[in-house]
């Protein structure tokens, strides 16, 4: 599918940072776009034509500004939102990125374990699946310890975290259903993989065309949500290769297009497909200072049917998270000015409006002489600056 004329209007549901990053890649190519979120002045909001909010969970409300807007596609960005309602107006022709089947399959955990596991054969952790705390205990015992869990339906890793005896296993499912998102209170159980990198493989499948791969990036997490990220990330060719095996194989029983962030464990021996989403991907915001085009820009391209003549890496490259350390009603930054003062650093200051505990506010990217090099400069960056309270 090739747009044969500009603007096309796009809705994004979802208006986080890396919404923010999609509407900038949208409007620099005069597209027109609606940015949908449960909060007001949510930082997509900020660069939008227009905005509305309501409860992307709420069929109806999602109904009445599909009709008011008439967008020519949906991109969704959270997994927050009533995925049967995506399908309901993808027969109505509008286009759903990167397809209203692949959204509601990726949007939940279990799904799209149970494709790649099951049906597709790939190699995933062990894992069993938990409603209540009775079933999760029992989960926890087939599995073994140390494991992690995870709720089927969560955003940035909330909700997650490592398991590492039977004494654990109550506090982790309160967390984990905490973490939750949408309405369903059901969590994931996997075994622990002893990996040596944790990567993202950012996967650009096209309308026509083949499947494109950005150079693997690397990314440490800590209570489930990323810190930092670099690319290149070191893996061997061969690594490389069977990584991008399991990514097209994964996106192409998916279908649409745009960009997946799929996720793997590397160990000594083996490739091991872990996560996707069927959007940009936090760890890939390192792509904005790493390559010629971004993965929010492959993404956009993507969507429209645009051509991707190359995805050039300008050098190892890194990002590291600014983060709230409290609650705060209204918030600024501190350190902006020192942290721009080293060479080959930049800065994304995220806009959100309020801040809380751990909650991600911004991200320093740097560019180095080599992968410790850019890790080093970004972490210092971003450690510069501060989140502070204002009034």
């Avoid at 989403?277 to 993965?295: A, C, F, K, Y």
Wanted: net charge negative; charged share 25%; hydrophobic share 40%.
């Amino acid at each position: 599918m090739t747009s044969a004329s500009f603007p096309k209007k796009l809705m994004m549901l979802g208006s986080g940072e890396l919404g923010k990053e999609v509407v900038i890649a949208a409007q620099r190519l005069g597209q027109t776009v609606i940015a949908v979120d449960r909060y007001a002045n949510a930082p997509a909001m900020q660069v939008a034509d227009t905005c509305e909010v309501i409860s992307m969970l709420d069929g109806e409300a999602l109904e009445r500004i599909v009709a008011k807007h008439q967008p020519d596609f949906i991109v969704p960005e959270v997994e927050a939102i009533r995925t049967e309602k995506l399908q309901e107006f993808e027969d109505k022709g509008i286009t759903v990125i990167p397809t209203a089947k692949a959204t509601d399959f990726t949007m939940n955990r279990d799904r799209i374990r149970n494709l790649a596991a099951n049906e597709l054969g790939l190699r995933t952790a062990k894992y069993a699946y938990a409603s209540t705390l009775e079933e999760y205990k029992a989960a926890s015992d087939e599995i073994g310890f140390p494991n992690v869990v995870k709720p089927v339906m969560s955003s940035s890793g909330k909700g997650q975290s490592i398991v590492k005896s039977a004494a654990n296993v109550e506090a982790a499912w309160e967390y984990a259903i905490a973490g939750s998102r949408g309405d369903t209170q059901r969590v994931i159980v996997e075994e622990f993989i002893n990996f040596e990198l944790e990567i993202t493989l950012m996967t650009i499948r096209q309308w026509q065309g083949e499947t494109l791969f950005c150079p693997a990036i690397g990314h440490r997490q800590e209570r489930g949500d990323y810190q930092e990220s670099w690319q290149p990330c070191g893996l061997s060719a061969e690594q490389e290769k069977q990584a991008q095996d399991i990514a097209r194989t994964v996106t192409d029983a998916l279908g649409g297009a745009g960009i997946f962030g799929v996720e793997f464990f590397i160990t000594k021996d083996e490739v091991i497909f872990s996560e996707l989403s069927p959007r940009p991907h936090d760890t890939g915001m390192v792509t904005m200072i790493s390559q010629n085009l971004s993965e929010f820009e492959l993404h956009l391209r993507a969507i429209l049917g645009l051509p991707i003549p190359t995805i050039d890496q300008l050098g190892p490259s890194a990002s590291s998270v600014i983060l709230s350390p409290e609650q705060m009603e209204a918030v600024g930054f501190a350190g902006v000015a020192e942290a721009l003062a080293e060479p080959g650093v930049d800065l994304r200051l995220f806009g959100k409006p309020d801040a809380r505990p751990y909650r991600r506010m911004g991200v320093a990217l740097a560019r180095g002489t080599s992968e410790a090099n850019a890790r080093q400069k970004a972490n210092e960056a971003a450690a510069k600056v501060s989140v502070i309270r204002l009034g």
